[in-house]
């Protein structure tokens, strides 16, 4: 039972140009959202986040959209560059027993010159 | 530095022999988990704790123990290893279980032959 889902295992995007990153969920319980980003042999760094009750949130070439009647969240680099390889997780939790954070399966975006 | 400290980073071992993992974090974090990372499965959780002594299933807890005796450290167990727990693990501390990052280790790879 997938709750948070990433359909794409790759990416591949020209650097300078738009990466957008998808995740579906399925728990109506959740409503704290996270990206994480993974370099190999490194351990996954917090990337950004989003409450339920936002819609977007920004931080530099970093944005994370919020589709709460979709269950569908989006993270959008603007623009992309080469460092930003790596493979993306997006993970949700809620509060009470829903407490615990679950993943995806991950997105591996390759940024080329 | 704020961080999670795992390890060792590799291992090694045979089929049965009991090993444990360490894992410890200067944040003074309350939730503490363990995860594994599997092609094309992403990150599960093993086990979670939410306080001292306070510990509970994550969604692949079946040959693994943990304990929480003291905040800080929150040692993963395999008391008879299997070829099947040949994985990437991570340890992951929140400040508590509401919305926060979490903050991971660096990993452990172990290999069971």
């Known amino acids: 039972d997938q709750q948070v889902k990433q359909n794409s295992p790759s990416l591949s995007v020209q650097e300078g140009r738009i990466s957008i990153l998808n995740c579906d969920y399925t728990?109506?319980?959740?409503?704290?959202f996270l990206w994480y980003k993974k370099y190999p042999a490194e351990g996954p760094t917090f990337l950004i986040s989003i409450s339920s009750i936002k819609d977007k949130n920004e931080d530099g070439r970093f944005t994370v959209f919020l589709n709460k009647s979709a269950k569908h969240l989006s993270l959008h680099i603007v623009p992309s560059q080469p460092g930003d390889s790596a493979v993306y997780f997006c993970a949700a939790h809620g509060t009470g027993t829903a407490s615990k954070l679950t993943f995806g399966t991950g997105t591996r975006l390759q940024v080329t010159l | 530095e704020a961080q999670v400290t795992q390890n060792p980073r590799y291992l090694i071992t045979v089929t049965g022999k009991k090993l444990t993992v360490t894992c410890s974090q200067n944040?003074?974090?309350?939730?503490m988990s363990w995860y594994r990372q599997d092609p094309g499965l992403g990150l599960r959780q093993i086990y979670y704790s939410m306080n001292v002594e306070v510990t509970d299933k994550g969604d692949v807890p079946e040959g693994y123990k943990v304990s929480r005796k003291e905040k800080r450290n929150f040692p993963l167990i395999l008391e008879s290893p299997s070829p099947n727990q040949t994985s990437l693990y991570f340890c992951?501390?929140?400040?508590?279980?509401?919305?926060?990052?979490?903050?991971f280790g660096q990993g452990t790879r172990l290999t069971v032959v």
């Open positions: 944040m003074n974090h309350e939730y």
């Open positions: 728990n109506s319980m959740f409503d704290y």
């Open positions: 992951a501390s929140r400040l508590d279980r509401t919305n926060t990052e979490a903050f």
